[in-house]
């Protein structure tokens, strides 16, 4: 069985970087690319980026360019997220998520969320 | 960007009770949709991939329908369990965008 766990809570300063982290274990971690989403408190979904491990390639929403770095480590099965210049609005649950097997990026398992507050 | 616009906000059913959510898309997605199921504290479970097609141990109770711009999801008969927030996912076109979630209460 997939399993997706992630790096525990953060609370960080304006401004400054917060880099979490995602361990899978289970299935093959270089064929299914793994997405980053984020939930902002009482709100909805938001898509922020993927990367497929086996290329290393990442592509990010347009609003999040600039401020998201996604990297993978195949030797490690961890993926990462780093995201910079935190504001106050970045306060959020996120999670990592991994595209279902052999089809369309939909999401069948994720990890169980690392809730980022930034706090002056 | 893809515009996913779920209605209701809010839906009160009784238990047992068949429950219908809605999603639409400001263009076409083909049949590039899913359903997720999030319930206070978790992350977000695959329920309908593919705008009808059941995830691995999803209960026949939950059935997707629809195609291009319009999607329905239905919940048969409302179990305790399902009391949760729905949302739908376009995965045609990129950026891969999330409706605004329907959240399915107990009346």
């Known amino acids: 069985q997939v399993q997706l766990v992630q790096s525990g809570a953060e609370v960080k300063k304006p401004g400054s970087s917060v880099k979490v982290s995602c361990k899978a274990s289970g299935g093959t971690f270089s064929r299914n690319a793994i997405n980053w989403v984020r939930q902002a408190p009482g709100q909805g979904l938001e898509w922020m980026g993927r990367?497929?491990?086996?290329?290393?390639?990442?592509n990010y929403a347009q609003k999040f360019q600039g401020k998201i770095t996604i990297t993978a480590d195949i030797s490690t099965t961890t993926a990462y997220m780093e995201l910079r210049s935190l504001r106050f609005e970045d306060t959020a649950m996120y999670y990592c998520?991994?595209?279902?097997?052999?089809?369309?990026?939909?999401?069948?398992?994720w990890g169980q969320g690392t809730l980022v507050t930034v706090s002056s | 960007e893809i515009v996913m616009t779920q209605s209701p906000a809010t839906l009160s059913v009784s238990p047992g009770e068949r429950a219908t959510l809605s999603c639409r898309a400001s263009?076409?997605?083909?049949?590039?949709l899913a359903w997720y199921q999030q319930k206070p504290g978790q992350a977000p479970r695959l329920l309908i991939y593919d705008a009808s097609t059941r995830a691995t141990g999803i209960p026949a109770r939950f059935s997707g329908s629809g195609s291009e711009t319009e999607f329905a999801l239905t919940i048969s008969s409302l179990q305790s369990e399902d009391f949760a927030v729905y949302y739908c996912q376009q995965y045609n076109h990129w950026p891969l965008t999330f409706g605004g979630g329907t959240k399915v209460e107990i009346k």
């Open positions: 263009q076409s997605v083909s049949s590039n």
């Open positions: 990367i497929m491990p086996i290329f290393g390639r990442a």
């Open positions: 998520a991994r595209d279902r097997d052999g089809g369309r990026p939909s999401f069948d398992f």
